[in-house]
Structure formats: structure tokens, C-alpha cells
């Protein structure tokens, strides 16, 4: 497997791109036919064999509370290496549930690995810090379609099959007016005329494929303020995003690249910031959202 992270000598591939999408819900079920006798558009024949090929991942019924590995629920307390360390632990041990208890977390970023499930029990709630350098180095990922190296998004994954996201839990990206969304160079988010903001880097990365510049040189994170995605799970297999609730997100939330087999229900999205797309799955293939 390829590292994501930039290093020295560690160039990744430009993937192409394929994709299959199926976004199912009553408005999309109901818009499909008129009437009884109406047929179906193009395609919707199709709906129960792709459904039949979209299977959600099991887990073993082996729990890693994080609170064992050394987290403390008072949102104040760096809770990142805990995550890290009961995650390794998880994936090592055959995969289960990286159980997250009662209590408010706070975080850096989270990289999931095969086999994990990260569960929010009801009642917890994972706040991801403002201090950028927790999401640093920077990471193999997308903004808006083009590939570059930058800030990780605060749920990452990169070639990881068998992973979820599920519970009754909150995810709090701390996102707002003060912090991320004046990124965007745009008043109505917290932007002052004369303030630094990403539109110099954003017109610059859209720049560099037009010049055939490799991906392992699309270089941003630190001083670029090129905001970063919620959960990314890019190049992964058998995915799974159910029950959460996600709160105050710099960009995109929900954004699967290059991933087959992904589940996305029963998730609550409370985010009104610049591009605050709620699911938005990338060149990806048998994708449900219900």
C-alpha cells in the first residue's frame, strides 16, 4: 500500500477516474416515474442490481474504548495519539469497534485503517482542534476534483477497505466565521477585506494540471489556507457511514474518491459554511445514500 503522506521519493499515481454513482431517497424515488404507466428513465432497470452489489461491512464484535488507550472526554485534552493508538490496536487485532464513550473529545486528525469501525456512542461527541499542525503532514487528496497534497481532512482514509463511521455520536469540526470559513475570501463567512485567503492557492492548484505539473509537486497546507474536507475516505473498498451526526465543516463533509462500496444513512449534516456540500462521493462506484 502507498503511503498518502509527502516524502521524499514517494510519488503517487494520477488515478483515473470512474464512475457509478446511486443516490437513492424518497425525492429521487419518487421523481423517477410520473405516473403508473410512465416508464422508467434510462438506467432505473438497473436499480436492484447495483443495490444487490452495495453490501455494508461487517465487523467482529471486539471493542477499543479510546478511554482505555488514554482519552480523556473533557474537551480540552489532546485526545490524538489516544485515537491513533486504539485504531493500530484495532486493526491489529483483526478489526472490531474503536468504541468512543460519553464525553467530548478533542482531536486531530483521524486516519482509519482496514477492518476499523469508529463508533460514537450517544452522548460523545469528537471535536476536532483549531490547531492546524494536528492535521498536518499534509496528505494525498482532492479539493474540488484536482489532486494535491494538503491539509488532512479531519476523518481520512487511503487504500483502507472495511471501515466505518457509525453511532449516535456528534462530530463538531469547530468550522465558522473565526476559524476556516474566512478561507474562502468571502464577507458573508467571516471574511475582513484586506485579510489573507485562499483564493490566491485555490486559482493556483486549479492552475498546475493545466501545466502538467505531477501531483507529487502540488504542494499546499501550512500558509495556503486551502480548507480540507470532513471525512475522506479515498481509494477505499466496502465503506460505511451510518447514524452520526456532523456539525461545522470547513468544506465538502462527506467526500468519497475513488471508493467502491459505500453506504451513507441515516446522517445528520448542520453546516452552512462556504461549499458545505452534505455528500458528495467523487469518481466512485456503487455509492447508496439513503
Known amino acids: ?24 431517497g424518497v425525492v429521487l424515488l419518487s421523481g423517477c416515474q410520473t405516473s403508473q404507466s410512465a416508464e422508467p428513465k434510462p438506467g432505473w432497470n438497473d436499480v436492484p442490481k447495483i443495490l444487490a452489489q452495495i453490501v455494508p461491512p461487517t465487523f467482529p464484535e471486539a471493542d477499543f474504548v479510546i478511554t482505555e488507550f488514554g482519552a480523556v472526554g473533557d474537551g480540552e485534552t489532546d485526545n490524538t495519539e489516544a485515537f491513533r493508538q486504539a485504531i493500530a490496536a484495532c486493526n491489529a487485532g483483526g478489526g472490531g469497534r474503536v468504541v468512543v464513550p460519553e464525553g467530548v473529545f ?16 450517544e452522548g460523545s461527541t469528537i471535536r476536532f482542534t483549531r490547531d492546524l499542525s494536528k492535521f498536518l503532514p ?44 474566512p478561507w474562502k475570501g468571502r464577507e458573508e463567512y467571516g471574511w475582513v477585506p484586506g485579510e489573507p485567503n485562499g483564493d490566491a492557492a485555490t486559482a493556483r492548484l486549479y492552475d498546475l494540471p493545466e501545466k502538467q ?14 480548507r480540507t474536507n470532513f471525512v475522506q475516505p479515498y481509494k477505499c473498498t466496502n465503506v460505511l457511514i451510518d447514524g452520526v451526526t456532523l456539525i461545522r465543516s470547513p468544506m465538502w463533509v462527506i467526500h468519497p474518491v475513488l471508493c467502491e462500496n459505500v453506504t451513507v444513512r441515516n446522517v445528520r449534516v448542520t453546516s452552512n459554511g462556504p461549499n458545505n456540500d452534505g455528500c458528495n462521493p467523487e469518481s466512485s462506484r456503487n455509492v447508496l445514500i439513503e
Not at 215 to 221: A, K, L, T
Open 1 to 24: 500500500m502507498k503511503s498518502p503522506f509527502l516524502a521524499p521519493g514517494n510519488v503517487n499515481p494520477f488515478f483515473g477516474t470512474f464512475s457509478l454513482l446511486l443516490a437513492l
Open 106 to 121: 478533542l482531536s486531530g486528525a483521524i486516519h482509519l485503517k482496514s477492518n476499523v469501525n469508529l463508533h460514537l456512542r
Open 138 to 181: 499534509v496528505v494525498y487528496t482532492r479539493f474540488e476534483g484536482v489532486e494535491c497534497y494538503n491539509y488532512s481532512p479531519f476523518i481520512y482514509a487511503y487504500e483502507q477497505e472495511n471501515i466505518a463511521l457509525t453511532g449516535k455520536g456528534t462530530l463538531d469540526g469547530q468550522a465558522g466565521p473565526d476559524h476556516w470559513w
Open 213 to 226: 505539473v505531477p501531483v507529487s509537486e502540488r504542494i499546499f497546507g501550512e500558509g495556503q489556507m486551502l
